[in-house]
DNA sequence: AAATTTTGCTAAATCGTTTTAGTTTTTCCT
DNA sequence: AGGAAAAACTAAAACGATTTAGCAAAATTT
């Protein structure tokens, strides 16, 4: 296998200085009056000994690294994985190499593995946070890590976000639920409280339902925690069922949620959607071919990831970001399948 | 925010040399005769300064960084997605981080991936890959990168792998179908043709058939490019459907096929399993509720992650490995469900 | 008391790159 | 010819850690 070639073997190879070999590999010849025949002795050079620099050694000096963090409750979530996916071929294609992490809805985990990513020096991190407040991004902000929350964010915040209309979804979700004569209506999210898709979605979902005088009981706005979803789930069916007080329609705000809904359901033999209508948020593939097929709340994943990755990038080489572009906030779509259909 | 803390600011404000404090950091204090006072002294600046060691400037030195990659052909695929967050999980409490990278079933991307990590000094890499023969991954052991190959593997190969009893798994389905009275069955794989675990499934189902005198058509067995799923399948499904000759039963070969396979059959409005019962491979929780639930060769998730990350870790720590252990096949379960039940 | 060993510590080299601050040589101008 | 300007290149420092080789003082042995 031999020794790396390093910078110094093309130089002593070529008998120029490193400074030289250095600067013409950084296309910084020109601006220093390397003559062209000298850079294309170089660049030859470099090819015959196929000389790698030293990622490790650059990364040192420049304290850069070419790599961004992306921060996700858990990658094995079908929308994260799926936030990852495109986040890594866009940072792919531009030269950048992805480093993920599960917080697993962590708030401390979240921080450790933020402080992690910042020795590593890493280059800019996309978050979908789980902190309970905007201060240790705005202290993130002060401390120059260029970085960008998708999902979840906070009022005041200073920090760029791209997230989507979750209010609007609400809304589009009562709407098509009463339209379908649906009234008593149950909604599952999940704790903490201080979730911002999860509140937002809660409130456009009551305000729609307020315009036709639809309230929800409290006692059917349920939370559990990440972890808890199935337990928690099941055990509030069963109680609903046993009262003999099901809701017409439950309301589940995202994908696990929902799968873990129709699982319980079909547990107890509950009929989709005759006896119990189901809205989801967040669609995936094989919504389509459950049976019933599951109507949902949409959200453009591809599109999140393309703008929060410009705008983590444009950060990274140093432009300024306008109030305006700070805080994206893009349109969701319903897609209406049959569990929320009477048949 | 202020400038990072070195080295040589601890030993500075202590007034001893930046030897001893490495020393005291890295635990070889005792070995090197420092005594207890000062190695005290040191780990209570350390505290008081906020010391944090710059990881780049470490992993320069040592020419180790303390990440592995994780390479997989699409981590938005819930089985992988599911293996990296084990592993992720795994290593971060060893003290690890993971750069995951999905390399398409790209042969090329794949080796180009593996060049750049090696280029950033990765401690380890896990593969499930996509190359056509075991000989770049016996170079890669003789140039002493340690890793390891999950899923997919190779005969002869060197390099230490985990995998499931694929054959095994695809006896299992066979069997099962036998059993339910199915001779017209149909497989579904994907391609390219070298990939170990497509081939093992398909060969463990004919064998098992073979046993009772079933032979499955050619035109019955299909492989579609990774990308092409969705029309491939929906292709074949219509072609077999006009020509009025669909097969009985179908073994899908990976979760996604599985789910394509059953949103075509819907959109075709052909009954599961009155018309064709399906047998997946991979798990994945909405198997159970989709309707009909999907039968399935689950694999040990979990165990596959375990067993593979301690192979990579022994290998990084310098630990030999024996013969024995290099090569670890684990069990499959198959689940039984509703959708290769006649009713 | 001199020689040896032990204890406790340190100076300096090293890893591979980038960058600052020049130096040397050639060309041009008057 | 003498001085200024331009062209082409380089020496050495810097980044922050680890490690090799070894020194000085104290303790022990002879």
Redesign the pocket.
Known sequence: MG??I???DI?KSL?????????V??D?ADK????P???KKVRDKVKELN????V???G????KTNTIGVLVSDISNRFYSRIARSIEDLAWSHGYTVIICSTDEDLNKESEQIRLLRDRKLDGLIISTSQDSAEPFNKLVDSGLPHVLIDRTFEGMRSPSVSVDNFAGGRLAARHLLHQGYRKIAVIGITPDHISTINDRITGFQSALAEEGVIIPPQWIIKTPFGEMDNTIKGKLQQFYQAGAMPEAIFTLNNNLTSACMLNLRKLSIDIPGQVAIMGFDDVSFFSFTRPSISVIAQPIERISEVAFDLLLRQIEGSKISEKEKSVKLPVDIIIRESTIKS
Chains 1, 2 share one sequence.
């Open positions: 020794k790396k390093s910078i110094d130089a008998g120029v200085s490193k400074t030289l070999v250095s600067l590999l950084n910084k220093h009056g390397i003559s025949d000298t850079q000389y790698q620099p030293n490790l050694a650059r040192f000096r420049l304290g």
